[in-house]
């Protein structure tokens, strides 16, 4: 996290997930319930028809989703069984990821019991000791990074907050873009875990222990001769893991401040707000150099941000976080992508890269 974070923290993290995840988190909870209730209809969203995904002719592509709230249901009373952490695989430690300097306080009210009531409300699992844990993010060594990869995973895979889709073809293809990518990682001896979830919102994220995570209306929405697009935006992902972008963040003094647990951290911040706009242009120019060394062209390099540009202006969020209505019924992990920054921004800053590559071949 930049050191501005406690501030984007107070603008959009208090502002949008304050007023937003509560309706988000209990929408979330209300879709799963209606889920187990019709087993083959999406837990959270209605969407539209599809539309034609960029690039493709024929077969129809990326659909262009609207989250729907469905009707309100009580929360469940039983608790999801957690699985124990797995032992260290290795004892190799990473170098550690020097700190940042201190942020300001954020501008936000004293934290209370009312955001955590949100999430023990969601789901038990966050009244137990594993949600609760602070974990020493200031020297965390691989092991350790892989255990917390795993609790986190455990935490995002909650049946209230997503569920796997499996085709074995889709993960074939995702996993086979992954590969070139990966060999331009600076930590090799960090596995990495790819996952489908069965979303059909336009959404990838990832988090520390290698774990990335992209949704089928992603994989839906790239045609399969466009995996230089899906290439890109697992190189974003990856990037966010291989430099760190998670712990450090979480090691700002305006967070490690707040009473709440690592886990808690994640889904009450890092989910919904992301990282902020120096990581985020970070991971985009670390993708970028990866298409320059997979000899990418110009359309490859700058198609997955084409894209995003296209399906943000068509779901209401050309401006990113200045986009977002705290009012809107927007899914939990739905908000990761909106306060990113601008897609189009984005695209221009890939644009001006290649642009300033031509000049200096030239």
């Not at 083959?40 to 077969?59: F, I, L, N, Q, T």
């Not at 954020?106 to 844990?133: H, I, M, Y």
């Not at 602070?134 to 965390?140: A, G, P």
């Not at 709440?260 to 985009?284: H, N, Q, S, V, W």
């Amino acid at each position: 996290m930049p050191r501005n974070l406690g501030v984007a923290a107070a603008a959009v993290v208090y502002v949008v997930a304050s007023c937003t995840i509560v309706s988000a988190l209990g929408r979330a909870h209300r879709g799963s319930l209606k889920a187990r209730a019709e087993p083959e209809a999406h837990a959270a969203v209605a969407v539209d028809p599809p539309k034609p995904a960029p690039g493709r002719e024929s077969e129809p592509a990326p659909p262009v989703p609207v989250a729907v709230a469905p009707a309100p249901s009580p929360p469940r009373s039983e608790p999801p069984p957690m699985p124990a952490p797995p032992p260290p695989a290795v004892e190799a430690r990473v170098e550690p990821i020097p700190p940042l300097a201190p942020s300001p306080a954020p501008a936000r009210p004293a934290a209370g019991p009312a955001e955590l009531s949100v999430l023990e409300q969601l789901d038990p699992f966050f009244k137990t000791p594993a949600a609760k844990e602070k974990w020493n993010l200031d020297e965390i060594d691989l092991a350790a990074e892989r255990r917390l990869g795993d609790r986190l995973n455990a935490m995002v895979m909650l049946p209230k907050l997503n569920r796997l889709y499996w085709n074995e073809a889709m993960q074939t293809r995702l996993e086979e873009a992954a590969s070139p990518v990966l060999e331009g990682r600076a930590r090799k001896d960090l596995k990495y875990e790819f996952h489908v979830l069965d979303d059909d919102l336009f959404n990838a994220f990832s988090h520390p222990g290698g774990h990335v995570y992209v949704t089928r209306g992603l994989m839906n929405g790239i045609s399969e001769d466009q995996d230089y697009a899906l290439q890109f935006i697992l190189a974003h992902e990856i990037a966010h893991v291989d430099q760190g972008h998670a712990i450090r963040a979480l090691r700002d003094p305006a967070l490690k401040a707040l009473p709440y647990g690592t886990l808690e951290l994640f889904c009450l911040f890092i989910f919904p707000a992301g990282y902020g706009e120096k990581f985020e242009f970070d991971a985009d120019d670390w993708a970028y150099r990866q298409s320059q060394r997979l000899a990418m062209s110009r359309h490859e390099t700058q198609g997955f941000l084409s894209i995003l540009t296209r399906y943000a202006a068509a779901n209401g969020f050309p401006l990113g976080a200045k986009s977002i209505d705290k009012d809107a019924p927007i899914p939990l992990f739905d908000l990761h992508i909106r306060t990113h920054p601008p897609a189009r921004e984005r695209l221009k800053r890939i644009k001006e890269k290649l642009d300033q590559a031509v000049k200096e071949d030239g």
